[in-house]
């Protein structure tokens, strides 16, 4: 039965809204405060009656300040919907929930719903890369695919979508595509007799396959609520594309459990079945070969898949009903196999819904803005109303009622000015662009209003002016930007973090407030991006050529955090080479015809100083050189070392005005330009390649030998014989050089490729017999199958990177800074800068910090930038194991406190560049 609706008798409101409440407040207060002068608190005082009208006046602000939040960022009409106001933190549940894959089994959820192809996927953490490297971090990722499948087209959609997927310090070492193991069954099963025995065996294949290989359904919103999961539950994980695919599901095809065949479990499956009575000779077919036992472990590169073709074929089952024999149709079997099959695919795709309610209010703008005039609510008798004076008038009564106008004008402005405040919260808390945080609104509706104030204009440009001189916009913005933070969990730089910016740098001193709303603005419009793949790593897979720096969520937020307006396109060291700006520790004197700024000072961060500093005008003055005045110099004064010193010579005070101006500004475009930092994951400089190395061997002894071969060791086998055997017939690819004192035998491929060599002969005549006997030996070893094979020895070729000491690799992460940029002038903001990335990084990564020179960032930068393209998807990657060494060993140099690139990285570098 309905519960009838009822008002409450003994309701609770806000105090905002109690009348009572109010009034008892009130009447404390002026006790408190003029107990001495006013005694009479009864109904009839004047002031009591004043009191009672302003908290009437109030509840009506209380009542609206009460309204629903949809109400009040609403309520404009031209901007009703959520998708209308694009630029808020009121994020839609499909976007804020989901985050990255991070576990095992988000990864799963994440190939298996992106990757059509892939039936299901499997992530084996490793201990060791498949080079044999002990490093932890590393995965191989086992893929079981579809019927009818292209292989290649698969492994490169999962190695692009798993390099967009990839958690910091963390990488896939292998992907491997399983092989179907073909399994059969065979049994005599008893049936009733009044079924359709076509339809029981497909039945049973069905769910033998079922069992075997299974499917993961894709779920809907509802079906997922429906199972008890929560909304953050449902979306915890990567984002779905088909649908969503339960825990429950992953668990029941593990790995363990996919190639593993229990057999009394495929019994209870067939004895499930509808119409089946009994089991007899149940046996399991692998390979041809009959397996009885209970338990069967397949090998781990396959997964077991029912040949049912083969079943049928082999007629491996019998239904016997009624002691007969069943008849069976195979076409009518097929048949009802294939309705069976796409029941099953229907059911495993799900058309997603979410519940992104749309937002709106009935109320408009100007009802909740609207101020009625607390001067209505008076007695008629004070002669204030609309009504005017009651009985006659007189210049008394008259005056008496103004006086009372213009005192409650005040009053009256404040209550119409919160309206007019709360009416625009939307504004306060979105993240438009707008240039003030308080906000007014006229009198109008007060009655004779225009008696009181006399010329309207000019109070209302004086209301206006007084409430835009004490609105403090920028601190109330940040407070504000801050608020909206908070309710996401996020923290900018505190208080104390900000007075050290601006004690320490001049660069940020000047419009730091500005610039910290234009981050935070920035950091909330992307919250989703940032929050999402917090725990992301560079996408090295897909990067675009301009790209100088490799960027990720986490390292984007710290830029946001600490004011950095670093620009992925632009090399930290682009000052490099510039001609307007020299610095130097010796004493430096500024010529005439030299337009540069010379700086010299005996601090050993001078360029970050003046990129710090050199932005401040007041850091200098423009004074006469000698006493002729017709040369002037603009002199610098350092804050660090409280030393003054020429910078620049002019002919005239104009000429160096215009260069102070144009110099500032170009240090100022300096600073952007090297803000920022590299985030270098070591996992990603292991040693990757694989390298080997082959020997043919005659009955003469070593016949050749080949050079270091990149790539798959059994691929490289394969393509080395093959040319061996197509151009080691014919003498025109052999030729014999001088090399120091011996000659050399050297044999080409196609495009002058060196495909093997020997050096040990001191006469050219016993090369040139050589020559003769290797196209013997190979038109002999042509005309036996493998016979080129079993005289060849393979060498695994050691990489670089594999000897270091200590494990550099595992969940190790360096960011290299630019010392010489102006927001990282002294070591407080270096210490602040390390802490904030260690604050929103995660916690199980040790992070080294890097701080380099103009000249040392420039050097690492242009190695960085060529393993940048060997590593992407779309360069060569034949030299990406060296450079990988040479800056892993750059990163360590610099951590022991050595010299980061000595001679033998730069020869290398040379070498490779």
Not at 248 to 258: F, G, R, Y
Not at 794 to 817: N, T
Request: proline letters at 3%; a negative charge; one cysteine or more.
């Amino acid at each position: 039965m309905k519960e009838p609706e009822s008002i409450e008798k003994f309701r609770e409101y806000p105090k905002s809204m109690d009348f009572v409440a109010l009034k008892k407040e009130g009447i404390e207060k002026v006790q408190e405060l003029c107990g001495d002068i006013w005694t009479d608190y009864n109904e009839h005082d004047p002031g009591v009656t004043i009191l009672e009208n302003i908290c009437y006046a109030l509840t009506e602000l209380g009542y609206k300040t009460n309204f629903d939040i949809e109400d009040l960022f609403y309520s404009d009409r031209s901007a009703q919907t959520i998708e209308a106001k694009t630029k808020h933190t009121l994020f839609k549940i499909d976007d804020i929930y989901p985050c990255a894959p991070i576990t095992l089994q988000d990864y799963r959820k994440l190939i298996i719903d992106h990757i059509p192809s892939v039936k299901n996927a499997w992530l084996v953490p490793l201990k060791s890369s498949r080079l044999g490297l002990a490093v932890l971090g590393l995965y191989k990722v086992q893929l079981q695919l579809e019927d009818h499948a292209d292989p290649q087209g698969t492994y490169d959609a999962i190695k692009s979508l798993l390099s967009q997927n990839r958690n910091l310090c963390e990488d896939f070492d292998e992907i491997k595509i399983l092989k179907a193991q073909k399994v059969q069954v065979g049994a005599i099963i008893s049936v009733g007799s009044n079924v359709i025995g076509e339809s029981v065996l497909s039945d049973i294949y069905h769910r033998l396959a079922e069992e075997l290989s299974p499917h993961h359904s894709f779920l809907n919103l509802d079906e997922m609520l429906a199972m008890g999961h929560s909304l953050e539950e449902v979306y915890d994980g990567p984002v779905a594309k088909n649908g969503f695919i339960s825990n429950k599901s992953l668990d029941n095809s593990s790995i363990e459990k996919v190639n593993r065949i229990y057999r009394s479990k495929l019994i209870k499956i067939i004895s499930n079945v509808p119409g089946v009575v009994s089991i007899n000779n149940f046996t399991v077919y692998i390979d041809g070969e009959a397996y009885n036992e209970e338990f069967i472990e397949l090998p781990d590169d396959t997964y077991p898949s029912l040949d049912i073709e083969g079943n049928i074929d082999r007629e491996q089952i019998q239904l016997v009903s009624d002691g007969i024999v069943y008849s069976l149709n195979n076409e009518v079997l097929r048949y009802s196999l294939e309705i069976l099959s796409a029941k099953s695919q229907k059911k495993h795709k799900r058309i997603l819904s979410t519940p992104n309610k749309k937002v709106e209010t009935q109320r408009a703008k100007e009802d909740i803005q609207f101020y009625y005039s607390l001067q209505n609510t008076f007695p008629r008798i004070y002669g204030i109303t609309e009504y005017g004076i009651q009985g006659k008038e007189t210049s008394e009564n008259k005056a008496y009622a103004k006086q009372l106008k213009g005192y409650l004008v005040l009053i009256e402005q404040l209550l119409a000015n919160y309206l007019a405040q709360l009416v625009n919260v939307d504004k306060l808390f979105s993240l438009d662009d707008f240039d003030a945080s308080y906000f007014g609104q006229n009198l109008h509706h007060v009655p004779m209003i225009e008696e009181i104030l006399g010329q309207w204009d000019a109070f209302e440009n004086a209301h206006s002016d007084l409430i835009e001189k004490y609105d403090n916009y920028l601190v109330r913005r940040s407070r504000f930007l801050d608020h909206l933070m908070g309710r996401l969990g996020e923290e900018f730089l505190t208080e104390s973090a900000n007075a050290i910016q601006r004690e320490s740098n001049a660069y940020n001193r000047d419009g730091f407030l500005e610039k910290s709303i234009r981050s935070k603005i920035a950091l909330l419009r992307d919250y989703v991006n940032i929050s999402r793949n917090r725990g992301k790593g560079v996408d090295y897979g897909n990067v675009d050529e301009s790209t100088k720096i490799l960027s990720t969520a986490v390292t984007e937020k710290v830029n946001y955090l600490f004011n950095l307006q670093a620009d992925p396109q632009n090399a930290l060291s682009s000052l490099q080479g510039e001609k307007d700006l020299k610095t130097s520790k010796a004493k430096s004197t500024a010529k005439v015809d030299d337009k540069s700024f010379s700086f010299s000072s005996s601090n050993p961060d001078l360029l970050a100083e003046v990129m710090a500093c050199g932005v401040d005008r007041n850091q200098y003055s423009i004074d006469p050189v000698g006493s002729t005045g017709k040369q002037y110099q603009i002199n610098y004064r350092s804050p660090v070392t409280n030393n003054e010193f020429p910078v620049y010579q002019g002919k005239s005070v104009e000429d160096c005005e215009e260069a102070l101006e144009a110099f500032i500004q170009k240090i100022s475009d300096y600073n952007v330009k090297s803000e920022g930092f590299h985030l270098i994951e070591h996992i990603l400089l292991r040693p990757t390649g694989e390298s080997v190395k082959f020997t043919i061997y005659s009955d003469q002894g070593v016949l050749a030998s080949s050079g270091i071969i990149e790539g798959d060791p059994e691929m490289a086998k394969e393509d080395f014989v093959k040319d061996i055997l197509q151009h080691g017939q014919d003498k025109k690819n052999y030729k014999v050089e001088k090399q120091g004192k011996n000659y050399v035998v050297k044999l080409h491929g196609a495009k002058s490729k060196l495909l093997f060599e020997n050096n040990s002969f001191i006469k050219k005549s016993s090369a040139d017999d050589h020559v003769k006997y290797c196209i013997q030996f190979v038109k002999a070893s042509a005309k036996k199958e493998n016979a080129l094979e079993n005289a060849m020895s393979m060498e695994q070729v050691s990489k670089q990177g594999m000897e270091f000491e200590s494990d550099p690799f595992s969940f190790q992460c360096s960011a290299v800074a630019p010392r010489y940029s102006g927001s990282f002038q002294n070591d407080k903001s270096k210490k602040l800068f390390e802490m904030l990335v260690k604050a929103n990084f995660p916690a199980h990564l040790k992070m080294n910090f890097i701080w380099l020179s103009l000249d040392e960032m420039s050097e690492f930068e242009r190695v960085y930038q060529a393993w940048i393209t060997q590593k992407s998807s779309t360069g060569s990657s034949a030299n990406l194991d060296d450079l990988s060494y040479v800056l892993m060993k750059a990163l360590r140099n610099k951590l022991d406190g050595a010299e980061m690139i000595d001679k033998e990285m730069s020869s290398m570098i040379g070498a490779i560049i």
